[in-house]
Structures are given as structure tokens and as C-alpha cells.
């Protein structure tokens, strides 16, 4: 769960569940959350179509599939954390704990011998990382046209 107030962006609460995820349980979740504070919006990163999207939205709740720009979102997560404009709460501790074990795939220079970091994540479970930076980028573009603040939902 992610907010935007003003310049600042701060990470309240993540959903992390091994394994398959019922809607159910993401409706559940979804549930408690709205009953702390209302959402939003719902920025759901799926790419195989807009199927959880379209249901959530059958379902009443204000879905958008997210902005799934890789390099974009990157860079300007990157931004907001070095600027301390971003800040993730002591409650997401799986999200906390993907930041020590994030690292980029190490390649070799075939003409010099030299290992360098690529922009491929070596990591399989970066769904948190992600997940952060579809609802950064909606915070992002909906400050860009003026939109003060709000709450997001991400997945």
C-alpha cells in the first residue's frame, strides 16, 4: 500500500502471500485496508491481459492496470529514495527484507574479462520491488496533473 501526499510517497503495508492468490484474498485484503482509509485506486501489474483488473472492477473496486515501465519506474524510485521523498514503514517487512537480497545478473565482458552488473534482476522474487514502483509511477503521473494526494493500492 502506497500513498502520495504532496512531494512525499510512503509505503504503508504490503500484500505477500507464497504460492497461488485467490481474488478472495485479495478482496479480503483489500477489504481491511479501505476500512483504515478509503482507496483510491487499485494499481494492479499483470501481464497476461486485464483479467484480475476487470474483475476487481466488476467487483466495485477502482482498478487501473499499472504502468509497468521498467526503466522509467527505476529511475524514478531511485530518485525518490536517495531524496528521502520515499519512505516504507516498519510494518512491510517483506519488502524490507528483498532489499538486502536484490541484486542485478553479473555478466562478463568477453573482450576485457571484467564482470559488470546488468539491468537484469537476479532475483525471482522481486514482486515487492515492483510492486512499489507500479504505485510510484501512479502517484508520480497523477501529481503531474495536479492531483494532490491519494492512496494506492498495489499488487
Known sequence: IVAGYGDHVHQYGDFYRRGDVTIEQIVE??????????????VVG???????TNTLCRMG???????MGRDEGIEHVRWLLETGH????????NSIALFGTYRWTQ?????????????????????AHDAR???????????GRGQRSFGVEIR
Request: charged share 25%; proline share 3%.
Open 86 to 93: 520515499l519512505t516504507i514503514g516498519p510494518e512491510c517487512t
Open 29 to 42: 485484503y483489500l477489504s481491511k485496508i479501505n476500512q483504515a482509509g478509503k482507496i483510491h485506486q487499485v
Open 61 to 67: 473496486w477502482p482498478a487501473q492496470k499499472a504502468d
Open 46 to 52: 499483470e501481464t497476461g491481459g486485464n483479467i484480475l
Open 133 to 143: 514502483r507500479y504505485g510510484c509511477m501512479r502517484i508520480l503521473k497523477g501529481v
Open 107 to 127: 555478466r562478463k565482458d568477453s573482450e576485457t574479462g571484467e564482470r559488470f552488473a546488468t539491468s537484469t534482476s537476479n532475483h525471482d522474487h522481486a514482486d
